[in-house]
């Protein structure tokens, strides 16, 4: 029993983890929890709501909402997540959630299981040579008769998020929503990204920093 016990474990660890996204390969995502993972706890730090709209191939309306947030982790490391909402009077399912010009020193995703949500995503998708900070977070599955379905009406997702080293970030990463074979998607928005460029705050401070520098040299002077 203690065998199997472990063996449980093992195997939850491994599918709890946040999966790195390959460039040219679709990934599984397989959900986790602040509980399998405590580093991912901090303070939301920035969050911000972007309303789309999408109209489909028949004149259908498609709105909803884009939630981007970022969270400082207990090791002062950053986190990004994102979560789609489909309003209850649009006229189709959302499909894809899609980010760009992402910069991150690695692309560790997957998506939260504790959180409030209706869908989860199904996989990602990270593209190759000079788009590789473009990612597709693919939400189409697939029903009983085969029938492929996104987040409905009235429903929304699960936080997908990537876990980074960085510390510092930047909203000049883009957004967008699109359809089932990406053939119809939504305007652009801008979202967080990792940045090397101090935040303004961190800015003020280095500023500090060199003016009493400055000072201490003059009086050595």
Do not use: C
């Not at 490391?77 to 760009?100: E, I, M, P, Q």
């Not at 997908?160 to 089932?180: C, K, L, N, P, R």
């Amino acid at each position: 029993m203690k065998t199997i016990a472990l063996a449980l474990l093992a195997a939850f660890s491994i599918t709890a983890q946040a999966v790195t996204l390959v460039p040219g390969v679709s990934t599984a995502l397989p959900g986790t929890t602040s509980a399998a993972e405590p580093s991912l706890a901090g303070t939301v730090i920035e969050d911000k709501m972007d309303s789309f709209s999408m109209t489909l191939a028949n004149g259908g309306l498609v709105t909803g909402q884009i939630q981007s947030r970022v969270v400082r982790a207990i090791d002062n490391t950053l986190d990004f997540y994102w979560r789609v909402f489909n309003d209850a009077n649009s006229a189709g399912d959302v499909a894809f959630f899609r980010l760009g010009e992402f910069f991150s020193p690695e692309y560790n995703a997957n998506f939260r299981t504790d959180g409030l949500g209706d869908l989860a995503p199904v996989s990602a998708y990270r593209f190759t040579g000079s788009q590789e900070s473009y990612i597709n977070f693919d939400l189409t599955h697939v029903d009983d008769a085969g029938a492929p379905f996104g987040i409905h009406p009235g429903q929304s997702s699960y936080f997908m998020f990537f876990d980074t080293s960085a510390t510092q970030y930047a909203e000049t990463a883009v957004m967008d929503i699109a359809y089932f074979g990406t053939t119809r998607m939504s305007q652009s928005f801008s979202t967080y990204t990792p940045s090397t460029v101090p935040e303004p705050g961190s800015l003020a401070m280095i500023g500090l920093g060199l003016a009493g520098l400055a000072v201490a040299r003059r009086r050595k002077n």
